[in-house]
C-alpha cells in the first residue's frame, strides 16, 4: 500500500490524513466525500517554485485550475505564489471570487465566447493564451472597443506526443488545439498577432499532453519553441518574452506509475530552452509551466461507504460504493486505474479480490477492477487514493446524484471547503411551464 503525502494508518488501525481520522471524517461530512491532504498541495506547489528558483531563470508556474477549481484551492496556490489558469468564464468567475489577483491569471480555451473574453478583458487578466485566427481576430477587436491592449501567447501545438493516453495527448498536429508549426499555421499567427494594434505578443505556448513520466517530450517541445523563436525573429524581427511549456507531468497513480521528481522536469525545460536560446544568442525568456494533475492528484482521496455485496462464484464479487462515475468518471473515460484500501481496517490483511462498483445505471460505472481488500462488509469504508484531479471537477449529476463534499484535512484540523449538493440544489435550476402544473386537488383529490 502507498501512502501518500501526510495519509498514515493510525494506532486505530484506520487510515487518518491530515492527522484526521477517516472514521471521523466520514462521521462528520457523510460519505463520499473527497478529502484533500492540503500539506501536500502545498508541498507540490513548492517543489515547482523552489526548481525554478534553483535554475535561476525567469518564470511563472501556474496551476491549471481545470484539474479542480473550488475557491479554497485558489486561496491555497495564491498563497504558495503561483499564477492561475482558466480555461472558462466559471472558472475565472471562481478564481476571482476567490481574490485571485487578475494580473496572475491565463486564459485558455479553443473557443472562448465573446462574453468571456469581455470578462477577462474588463476583469484585466494577465494573458490570454490565443488558440486560433478567430480569436485573434475577436480578442483584438474587443480590447479595441476598450482602448486597451491584450496581452496574448500563441498556442503552438509543436507535433509532439507524448506518451500518454491516446485521449489526452493534445500536442500533435491533429489537434482542435492551437496552431501548427509544420503547417505554417504557428508563423501567420506571429503576424498576425503583431499586425493587430489591441495585441500584444507575449510569446509561445504548448502543451504536448498529460500524465507524462518522461523528460524526452518536454525537451523536444522546448527545442521546437525555440527554433520556432529563431525563425520568427530572423525573419519577423519578432521576439517572444515568455515561452510557455504547458502542463502534463505525471503523478503516481498505481504501483509501476514512475513520475520523475518535479525538479527533474523542471530542469529539463529550463536547460533546453537556456541552451537553445542561448546557442542563437536571443535573451533568456520567462519560462512559464501550468501543472495541474501534479499539484493536486495524490493529495485526494475519495472515502466511499460500502453497500452491496454480489458474489458471483467462479466469476467475480462486486462490492458497490455509495457513489462512482458521478464523482469519478475517470476509469469511464479513459480506463484510468486506482488503488484503495478499507479505511476503518487499513492493517487487515488482503483476502479477497473484488471489483468495486459505482452506484449508478451503467454497466461501465466501475471504479476498480480486482483489488485485493480484507473481507468486505457493508458499511466499510473504502478510500480511493489520487482523487485530486480532474475528480470534483469532471464529476455529474447523473441519475440525479448529489455532488459530494470536499473537506481540507491539515495538522489534525478537518474543515469543509465544499458543501454536499442538497436535493434542493437538485431542483433548484428546474422550471415547470404553466401548462403542465398540477392542478390543485379537488374535493381532496
Ligand atoms: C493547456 C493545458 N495546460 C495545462 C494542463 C494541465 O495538465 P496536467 O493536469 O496534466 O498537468 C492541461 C490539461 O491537460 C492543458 O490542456
Ligand atoms: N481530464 C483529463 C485530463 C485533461 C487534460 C486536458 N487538458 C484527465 O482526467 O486525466
Redesign the pocket.
Known amino acids: 500500500m502507498h501512502l501518500h503525502g501526510t495519509t498514515k494508518i493510525n494506532r486505530h488501525g484506520r487510515l487518518e490524513i491530515g492527522g484526521v481520522d477517516t472514521a471521523e471524517l466520514a462521521e462528520r461530512f457523510g460519505t463520499p466525500l473527497y478529502v484533500v491532504d492540503e500539506a501536500l498541495v502545498r508541498e507540490r506547489c513548492r517543489q515547482f517554485m523552489d526548481a525554478f528558483r534553483a535554475s535561476g531563470v525567469p518564470f511563472e508556474v501556474s496551476y491549471?485550475s481545470?484539474?479542480f477549481c473550488v475557491k479554497a484551492i485558489v486561496r491555497v496556490v495564491e498563497e504558495e505564489g503561483l499564477s492561475l489558469d482558466v480555461?472558462s468564464d466559471g472558472e475565472l468567475y471562481t478564481a476571482l471570487e476567490a481574490g485571485f489577483p487578475a494580473k496572475k491569471i491565463h486564459f485558455h480555451g479553443n473557443n472562448k465566447t465573446p462574453e468571456e473574453i469581455a470578462m477577462g478583458l474588463d476583469a484585466g487578466i494577465g494573458c490570454f493564451v490565443v488558440d486560433n485566427f478567430t480569436e485573434i481576430a475577436l480578442l483584438n477587436a474587443m480590447a479595441g472597443e476598450r482602448g486597451i491592449r491584450a496581452k496574448a501567447l500563441l498556442r503552438i501545438t509543436p507535433g509532439v506526443e507524448a506518451h500518454t493516453?491516446e485521449?489526452?495527448s493534445?500536442g500533435q498536429e491533429d489537434s482542435k488545439f492551437g496552431f501548427n508549426l509544420a503547417g505554417g499555421a504557428a508563423f501567420e499567427a506571429v503576424k498576425a498577432t503583431v499586425a493587430a494594434p489591441h495585441l500584444e505578443l507575449l510569446g509561445v505556448h504548448s502543451?504536448i499532453?498529460?500524465?507524462i513520466f518522461e523528460v524526452e517530450g518536454f525537451r523536444l517541445a522546448a527545442e521546437k519553441m525555440a527554433d520556432f523563436a529563431v525563425e520568427a525573429k530572423s525573419k519577423l524581427g519578432v521576439s517572444f518574452p515568455v515561452v510557455n511549456l504547458g502542463?502534463?507531468f505525471g503523478i503516481r497513480y498505481v504501483e509501476g506509475d514512475r513520475p520523475l521528481p518535479v525538479a527533474e522536469y523542471v530542469k529539463a525545460i529550463t536547460d533546453a530552452v537556456k541552451e537553445r536560446f542561448g546557442a542563437h544568442g536571443l535573451p533568456l525568456p520567462s519560462i512559464w509551466v501550468e501543472p495541474?494533475?501534479s499539484i493536486v492528484g495524490d493529495a485526494g482521496t475519495t472515502l466511499y461507504t460500502v453497500g452491496s455485496v454480489k458474489d458471483i462464484p467462479g466469476v467475480r464479487k462486486y462490492v458497490a460504493v455509495n457513489g462512482g462515475m458521478t464523482d469519478n468518471?475517470?476509469p469511464a473515460?479513459?480506463d484510468?486505474v486506482y488503488e484503495a484500501v478499507l479505511a476503518n481496517r487499513a492493517n487487515d490483511a488482503p483476502e479477497e479480490t473484488v471489483s468495486i462498483a459505482g452506484k449508478c445505471c451503467e454497466s461501465g460505472d466501475m471504479l476498480i477492477w480486482d483489488l485485493d481488500l480484507p473481507k468486505v462488509n457493508a458499511g466499510d469504508t473504502l478510500a480511493v487514493f489520487c482523487t485530486g484531479?480532474?475528480?470534483y471537477?469532471?464529476a455529474s449529476n447523473y441519475n440525479r446524484l448529489r455532488r459530494p463534499a470536499v473537506a481540507f484535512v491539515k495538522d489534525g484540523v478537518a474543515e469543509l471547503v465544499v458543501r454536499r449538493e442538497t436535493y434542493e440544489d437538485l431542483v433548484a435550476n428546474d422550471v415547470v411551464p404553466e401548462r403542465l402544473r398540477k392542478l390543485p386537488a379537488v374535493n381532496g383529490r
Open positions: 491549471a481545470k484539474a480555461v493516453h485521449f489526452i493534445t502543451h499532453g498529460s500524465q502542463g502534463g495541474g494533475r468518471p475517470r473515460l479513459y484510468a484531479a480532474y475528480n471537477s469532471m
